[in-house]
């Protein structure tokens, strides 16, 4: 019969919890090596973003004397502690439940024979009898007569008949033992003069502990959209954009969502905060005004807007800032932009309007490169070396010639950073984009079809303007058939050594990835068609690396009207000022039974045989179906027979004469 206790030394506890402690640890050490490991990717290798990338590993990893204690690093700290201590534990705990082993006993092996048993027990007989043991310093008789007693057992075992069927049968010389098994908790749990203790741990753990969890749990996703932004945030999205909202408007609706999403640091640092408002002032003149009006975010109305719309202007007028407190709030901001941004996305396109919808996805350029949104004018001012003032006067054309050649005539020390950043920019090209329908040759009604936008960027010389890439069209068809078949929205890389890394984005406070956006839209009504596709890793083409382009496909239903759609398709980088492309597409859609009547009407005309022709005679003898001769065919045949005969006739009369 089994006898329960509970564990009073606490080592079942401590297999329990050490248990419990590696069920969580071990996946979740994993998880945070995998994510601490740093990504194998080049970035762009001019000084500026070299620095930039070495400010962002320091603020996200610290340094050796002052390391980035994380909430993750933390918790893998304390828990891989705990874990250590309760194996130290366990390795110091005596084995109690260890299986009665006789010949471990005596010392002997199992293939000795009882003579032999016999003589080894004499032995120690001799040896550790009580009345034979000296004793030692810390050795007691009890524990002398003990160990006989058991050395005297094991040698029963082997040579009694009686004790050694016990053993076999019971796993004991002495016959049946009650078990005891250990409840896996210390003893002082539950004894009485710690019941109000254990009580009140119990009713703080699961009355107090667990429903603040759940319920902070509960109502902090009650507070959030899908997109992982305030509700409040989404509202005045909502609220204050429209069908014409343009790039100022949107602007000032990302300033007000920072009200929610922001922590207010109302009063740190203010004194600077406000020199740094009277410097936007002087770079905007009265435009400064009208944003702040726009925004909602005067002086002594939602203090934390306004401080955080002035920090998200000075980054875009590239304004250093000499507080660490600012400094740090301000990269909270930029690194939380790219989310609102994601959910005012969803919401125009919502409602499927195209201009609100370019200007969010623009915004996310004009912030990665700190210029001010709408003045493609300073496209130049990206590289490095350019200043803001002088960039409106070499951005005239679409390329950075001018910018590079006004660099190599002032001798500009940036020249060779303004190179290396041109090896990251490209020129963002459509190949090709064109509508397919899988398996047939025309576009009906309400039919499944594929936008096939065929991309490539197109490398930058030194000299800043793009290098002509010849378009290859060998194979094209077969290979855009192979994708339109398979199930990826995006084709494969080409089997190169190609590999996409970080941008050229010296003020933007991370690794930053290039991305584009792919948009079908209706220019004409303001909308947005299907909703755009995020898309990555567009090659850069190549002649020597082989890469021509690759291919993005985006399947809609078409319009249940038929008639001709004149649409564009936008491609918008979020990472470049005014690398974009875009392209006049057209769907026509037709008429299924326009198009079952001339396939019958051709079919017709070329199996029917012809009335008076042979096959048509051989057809009439079968019964079978010909082409008849028309009115006009037969007037003209009699007039030509007319004619002939009045030629006989004139011809037989100047015979006679």
């Known amino acids: ?40 990717l080049s970035g762009c290798q001019c000084q500026q973003c070299s620095a930039q990338r070495e400010r962002t590993r320091k603020r996200e990893r610290g340094s050796l004397l002052t390391p980035k204690l994380r909430r993750r690093t933390l918790i893998l700290l304390v828990g891989w502690s705990i874990a250590a201590f309760f194996a130290y534990k366990i390795s110091k705990t005596e ?16 293939s000795m024979t009882t003579k032999e048993i016999k003589s080894h027990y004499k032995k120690l007989s001799r040896k550790f009898h009580p009345d034979k043991v000296k004793l030692a310093i810390n050795e007691t008789m009890d524990a002398v007569e003990a160990r006989f007693v058991e050395i005297t057992k094991a040698y029963k075992s082997l040579t009694d008949e009686t004790i050694r069927k016990n053993w076999e049968m019971f796993g004991h010389p ?61 509202a005045a999205f909502f609220k204050s954009l429209t069908e014409e909202s343009g790039m100022d408007d949107v602007t000032t609706s990302l300033g007000k969502a920072f009200e929610w999403e922001h922590p207010s640091k109302v009063g740190k640092s203010a004194a600077e905060l406000e020199q740094l408002e009277k410097r936007i002032k002087e770079k905007l003149d009265g435009k400064w005004d009208e944003l702040v009006k726009l925004a909602h975010a005067r002086p002594g109305k939602h203090e934390s807007r306004r401080r955080a719309f002035i920090l998200l202007y000075a980054h875009l007028l590239r304004l250093p800032l000499a507080d660490s407190t600012l400094q740090k709030e301000q990269t909270e901001i930029l690194l939380q932009a790219p989310v609102l941004l994601n959910s005012m996305l969803n919401i125009t396109m919502s409602r499927n309007w195209l201009l609100p919808t370019i200007s969010a996805m623009r915004l996310h350029a004009y912030l990665t490169q700190a210029l001010l949104p709408g003045q493609t004018e300073l496209k130049a001012a990206q590289l490095p070396g350019i200043d803001l003032s002088e960039a409106p006067l070499l951005s005239s054309s679409e390329s950075f010639e001018a910018a590079i050649s006004s660099l190599s005539k002032s001798e500009s020390s940036a020249l060779p950073d303004a190179e290396k950043a041109l090896e990251r920019l490209g020129q963002t090209e459509i190949v090709d984009a064109s509508f397919k329908v899988i398996g047939e040759r025309f576009v009906t009604p309400s039919s499944f079809v594929h936008l096939l936008v065929k991309l490539r960027v197109v490398p930058l010389s030194k000299e800043g303007h793009p290098v002509p890439i010849p378009k290859q069209t060998k194979e094209s068809e077969k290979r855009d058939n192979e994708f339109l078949l398979s199930k990826k929205e995006m084709e494969d890389m080409p089997k190169t050594d190609y590999i996409s890394g970080y941008a050229h984005a010296p003020y933007w406070p991370a690794n930053r990835k290039p991305s584009w956006w792919i948009v079908l839209a209706d220019v004409k009504s303001n909308k947005v068609v299907v909703p755009p596709m995020k898309i990555t890793d567009v090659p850069v083409a190549g002649p020597q690396s082989g890469i021509d382009y690759r291919s993005y496909k985006i399947q809609f239903q078409a319009p249940q009207n038929v008639g001709l759609f004149t649409w564009k398709v936008f491609v918008v980088s979020d ?22 009547s001339e396939d019958t009407t ?50 037989s009369d100047s015979d006679s004469d």
């Open 602 to 651: 051709a079919e017709d005309d070329i199996s029917d045989p012809e009335e008076d022709s042979l096959a048509g005679q051989m057809a009439l003898m079968r019964g079978g179906a010909v082409k008849k001769r028309t009115e006009e065919e037969s007037d003209d045949e009699s007039s030509t027979d007319e004619e002939e005969e009045d030629k006989g006739d004139s011809s």
């Open 1 to 40: 019969m089994a006898n329960y206790n509970y564990d009073e030394a606490g080592n079942m506890a401590a297999y329990f919890v050490l248990t419990f402690l590696l069920i969580f640890l071990v996946p979740y050490t994993l998880v945070a090596i995998s994510a601490s490991k740093p990504p194998r």
């Open 95 to 110: 084995n109690v439940n260890k299986i009665y082993d006789p010949f471990e006993i005596l010392g002997i092996s199992t």
């Open 575 to 596: 990472t470049f000022v005014g690398d974009e492309a875009s392209r006049d597409i057209i769907l026509k859609i037709d008429d299924p039974s326009v198009l079952a």
């Open 174 to 234: 002495d016959g049946r033992q009650e078990v005891s098994m250990g409840i896996a908790l210390p003893k002082w749990i539950v004894e009485s003069s710690n019941n109000i203790w254990v009580l009140g741990a119990y009713g703080l753990l699961f009355g107090g502990a667990l429903p603040a969890l759940v319920g902070r749990w509960w109502f902090g996703n009650r507070e959030k959209t899908k997109d992982g932004v305030h509700v409040q945030s989404a």
